[in-house]
């Protein structure tokens, strides 16, 4: 009798946790379809991105549906307040007023102008540029530009002082990865890239790159999640992950940046983080 009183609690007990939802799901989008597969299939050997945001989410991976969504259709439902992550966006102050940010999770080394390697190179002080005076030296230039994507505040703002017939836009999706393709088709002279993105997608592109005037040295990659208390929550058990070994996370940084690059990295990795970790005690 007492065995089968056991019994019958343990099932009662199943059923309320299957009805109720204990686990909670957590939606994370990503507009990258390879990162999409090596997220839903736990693969963190493909890139930094991938990498980092897998240890991240180590301890929380069983609760998470992960999903392949453009840039544009996630903004619009965490706009209408649906509850939805998403990886690698920078922080503002209008997205602070209305988003969750997990402590950052990707560093990334500022995006530079790169030029092919046939081409004259451009007059520079220090190798750094004025991006939107290239094309007075160089009026039948072109660069690739992807659509629908934000460069940040300071290269915006050259871009749109770059004559029209300058530009050469792509609008379908995989925007970084296309982009990256069409320059090492040589479909244009000059594109706008992070130079970990080139060390991972196109090592054996021939090229020479330039700092662009005004833009900060580092971008911070982080998730950012409906303010919801779940997704509060979820936040939460990512940030003590992150917190648990500052280190592991920047090995796995180094993995995937130019050996000529990890000084540099490993200066603004500490200078970045360490800031950070304080800010959140």
Known sequence: MPYRQFSLLTILLFITFIAHG???K??????????????KNNNATGNLSVSTNLYALKHVYSSIEFKYMTTQRTL???????????VNRVKNKERLKKFLFSQPINLFLSQRLYQQIDSAPLKSSNNI??????????PNARILLAEQMSYGDAIDSEIKRIPEKNKMRRYSGEQEIGIANMFVKKRAEFAILYPQQVYNYITNVNARSYEIKGTPPYILGHL??????????????VNRQLNSNIEELLNLHLDFVNPSDKAMLTHYFHQAFQRKSIESQ
């Open 26 to 39: 957590i939606t994370i989008h990503t507009n990258n379809k390879a990162e999409f597969n090596a997220f």
């Open 76 to 86: 619009h439902q965490i706009d209408e307040g649906q509850s939805i992550c998403t």
């Open 224 to 237: 950012m999640c409906t303010n919801t208390p779940e997704n509060n929550n979820f936040i939460n058990k």
């Open 22 to 24: 204990s686990v909670e």
């Open 129 to 138: 540029i004025n991006l939107s005076n290239i094309f007075n030296e160089k």
